[in-house]
């Protein structure tokens, strides 16, 4: 066989002196091997039929007298050896695979491919390129190349190259290619989609109403596709009975009876369904006239003993337990009460000042059943219990906490403390079992020298988060945690791009995260950078865009505000794990927090309320349209100095899934926004530098 190999290179020198290569594939060697091989070809066919028969190569043979260039080999050696049909002639294919030039093929249709999987399920991605003497296939997602990754959920690529994907989730969405090692060229795209079944929420779960009130029953449903929602009364379909008096709004979101009459008693279920599933549930609506209230409903609705869907303000006054649809301030906690357990003040006199005041930092709301809240100069973490409205425990932690966070998926509030306001000795520190509410412990990381976390939040379809990343100060990195064992996995450098991280958003969606650098020395803004989680690479910047990234509660949205320049882009994260460029707004408005609010006209939609760091108005953005409006006049905010914790000077908070009022703080009282009117609500007077808001829903 080493002669026969030596008669092929003799082939192709001889082929190669008789024509060469054009200049055009002096860098592509299998180009060049190619050109030579068809040129051979066509030299040796010498009646032209497509075909090398053996008296063809016998006849060349002793035409042009090679048998002293062939070193004892004749061309018939071609069909001895690669005649892999046998019979007894060679075509062009058999002479490329003779001198292993691959030539490979892939049909037009199946350039671009979609696969379409319900999650949790296992799926198998088959490249199509094909061809005799195909190199192995390498497999790419985002331009990073998944053979040589120890990946949990793509692990096997099986013995035709194709890619196996266990256990399918959103995160694994998007593009996927495939090519034959060496021949990038010629590759194909796999688009993995991925359904989820509807998840929903009703609200509320039971009210009662006098004859002649308007009523609202509300279904939140999130799923792929979008589901499509239905009700039913008492089990029978409402379509028909659909009038001005009982109308479906928001795309069935929402059930609204104008003017209730006995007769509407009854169990309405909300019923949402896509192509991969379905789920329902019942909101109960009892219509009573004042004589016939009960007890219970004199006490919960009149007497206001109510303890749920309340914001709790933490201000220099204490803590406002506020009521936002009648504006009422529901308790006023002081700086001079006690906490039960230890009978400390709250917020204890500090000597030399003339009144007793409080400071706050971060708070964090417990599953509705416990506040913690962060006390700097106290150096403690404060846990008020929402049930009674009081502060039942104190909790020493490391010098000046600012801030926390809730991880509900392993009930624990992570606790960052800077040392001192030089950030000189910055630590990380973990409450568990949060929800317990008794004998709480802090349990120290070892993780050193944190300038900052963040922990994705969870939402109805995606209910465990595993992972967190740290930054570290000014350094170009992220750092991936467990948050189970509270553990570090890797480091993930952002050198080579030129960015310390400052801020991290993130959609489930494809799985992306989205990193805020910080501004260089010529303070120009540098455009984010996305991260693959499936990966852990940096799959390059986010287009131009820059800013602190905000991602909707679906993961559908990726809104980003620069709050300097006043620039807000809008970027839809589509269900096949694409980022699209929907609006670039120019606004005057610098930005200093924004939050989502669930549109009340349009199912799936949101609008935007962001607050400004320096300005006293409001902006309003629906995304579906781009649509921009302004309150004025809501007063200064509190000044930056006054607020080291954090940029977030004047904060925006809104009333969770289901609520329909916002409140954001200026320097010495609290604006409260109907979210659904787009107006000013209120003002509440008299609480000063009310910084740290948490919403309590329903208890």
Not at 17 to 24: A, F, I, K, L, V
Not at 175 to 185: I, K, L, P, R, S
Not at 294 to 304: F, M, V
Not at 531 to 557: E, F
Request: glycine fraction near 6%; aromatic fraction near 8%; include cysteine.
């Amino acid at each position: 066989m080493a002669d026969y190999s030596r008669l092929k290179s003799i082939l192709l020198d001889l082929q190669a002196r008789r024509q060469s290569p054009p200049s055009s594939l002096a860098k592509d060697r299998v180009a060049q091997k190619r050109f030579l091989i068809e040129d051979l070809f066509k030299h040796l066919d010498l009646n032209s039929d497509g075909h090398l028969s053996s008296s063809e190569l016998a006849q060349l043979m002793k035409k042009e007298d090679l048998a002293g260039d062939l070193l004892g080999c004749t061309l018939e050696d071609l069909l001895r050896f690669d005649d892999y049909n046998s019979d007894g002639r060679l075509t062009l294919q058999e002479l490329y695979t003779a001198f292993q030039v691959v030539r490979l093929s892939l049909p037009e249709e199946q350039r671009v491919t979609v696969t379409t999987i319900t999650v949790g399920l296992s799926t198998v991605l088959t490249c199509g390129i094909r061809g005799a003497l195909r190199p192995p296939i390498v497999w790419k997602r985002n331009g990073v190349v998944l053979n040589f990754l120890d990946l949990e959920d793509i692990n096997d690529f099986g013995e035709d190259d194709s890619l196996y994907i266990t256990k399918v989730t959103t995160v694994h969405m998007g593009n996927y290619t495939c090519h034959a090692y060496g021949y990038e060229e010629l590759y194909q795209t796999h688009i993995l989609q991925v359904n989820v079944p509807p998840v929903i929420r009703v609200y509320p779960e039971t009210q009662a109403q006098e004859p002649g009130v308007s009523a609202s029953l509300r279904c939140h449903a999130e799923g792929i596709p979008n589901p499509r929602i239905t009700w039913l009364k008492n089990g029978i379909d409402i379509t028909p009975k659909l009038s001005k008096q009982l109308s479906l709004l928001a795309n069935g979101s929402e059930l609204h009876i104008s003017s209730v009459r006995y007769e509407d008693t009854g169990a309405y279920t909300c019923i949402a369904k896509n192509e991969v599933g379905v789920d329902e549930d019942i909101s109960s609506l009892f219509i009573e006239d004042s004589a016939r209230k009960t007890l219970a409903n004199i006490l919960w609705r009149e007497e206001g003993l109510s303890v749920g869907n309340m914001f709790y303000v933490f201000s220099d006054d204490g803590i406002t337990v506020l009521q936002p649809n009648e504006c009422e301030i529901r308790r006023h906690i002081r700086p001079e009460e006690r906490i039960f357990t230890t009978y400390e003040e709250i917020c204890p006199r500090v000597e030399g000042e003339d009144t007793q005041s409080c400071l706050w930092a971060s708070a964090v709301n417990v599953r509705d059943k416990y506040i913690y809240v962060t006390q700097p100069k106290q150096n403690r973490v404060l846990i008020i219990d929402i049930q009674t409205q009081k502060a039942i425990q104190s909790l020493y932690v490391d010098p000046l906490p600012t801030k926390l966070h809730y991880d509900k998926s392993h009930d624990q509030v992570w606790v960052l403390s800077w040392g001192d306001m030089r950030k000189s000795s910055t630590t990380l520190q973990v409450i568990p079992e949060a929800s317990a509410g008794e004998d709480p412990r802090v349990i120290r990381t070892p993780f050193q020298g944190v300038e900052d976390f963040f922990i994705p939040p969870t939402n109805l379809i995606i209910n465990h988060v595993r992972f967190g990343f740290i930054f570290n100060r000014s350094k170009p990195a992220v750092h991936k945690i467990d948050l189970e064992t509270v553990t570090h996995v890797k480091t993930i450098s952002l050198r080579a791009r030129g960015c310390a991280p400052q801020a991290m958003a993130y959609t489930h969606l494809g799985g992306h995260y989205f990193i805020q650098c910080r501004r260089g020395r010529a303070g120009a803004a540098s455009p984010q950078l996305i991260l693959d989680s499936v990966t852990d690479a940096v799959v390059g910047p986010n287009g131009a865009v820059s800013g602190s990234p905000h991602v909707s509660p679906d993961g559908r949205y990726l809104v980003s505000a620069d709050g300097d320049s006043g620039r807000i882009a809008v970027q839809a994260l589509t269900v096949r794990g694409e980022i699209r460029l929907v609006y670039d707004l120019q606004t005057n408005t610098r930005v200093s927090d924004l939050t989502f609010q669930p549109s009340f006209t349009e199912g799936n939609q949101y609008y935007v309320y962001a607050a400004s760091h320096r300005q006293t108005d409001v902006l309003f953005v629906e995304l579906s349209t781009g649509k921009m409006n302004v309150l004025k006049n809501l007063k200064d905010p509190i000044a930056s100095k006054d607020w080291p914790w954090s940029s977030y000077n004047r904060i925006m908070k809104d009333s969770g899934l289901f609520g329909q009022y916002l409140i954001t703080p200026a320097k010495d009282s609290l604006f409260v926004i109907n979210g659904r009117q787009n107006t000013l609500r209120c003002e509440v007077s008299g609480v000063r530098r009310g910084n740290t808001v948490v919403w309590v829903g329903e208890v």
